[in-house]
């Protein structure tokens, strides 16, 4: 029975030390947007209407938190026209990975 004890104990604080050596993000509950622009353009990025950020060709960037539910994407060129359009659906904590190959 004492055995029993000390391994209900040891476990109790393995799990402790685990929790508490956790990163924030896997308790992250926002929805961030990753996107990953590999064409040759210089794009900017909108998220429901609004413009959101530009992003360098062959480089990435992050919009944190667009929340959960659905959005509509869209990367549009230096003149104005539309590359992409993405209609996406988030659920809570869930982030979105989008790759641009071509402008």
């Not at 919009?63 to 869209?74: F, N, Y």
Request: hydrophobic content about 40%; some cysteine.
């Amino acid at each position: 029975m004492r055995a029993l004890r000390l391994l209900a104990a040891l476990t109790v604080v393995v799990a402790v030390l685990a929790l508490a050596s956790c990163s924030e993000e896997m308790f992250d509950n926002q929805s961030d947007l990753v996107v990953f622009n590999d064409s040759a353009c210089q794009l900017t990025i909108w998220v429901d209407g609004r413009e959101g950020f530009g992003v360098r060709p062959n480089s990435d960037r992050t919009l944190d938190d667009i929340g959960k539910g659905r959005h509509v994407l869209e990367a549009i060129d230096p003149r104005g026209s539309v590359v992409e359009r993405r209609t996406i659906e988030l659920a809570p904590g869930e982030d979105y990975y989008w790759t641009i190959e071509h402008c």
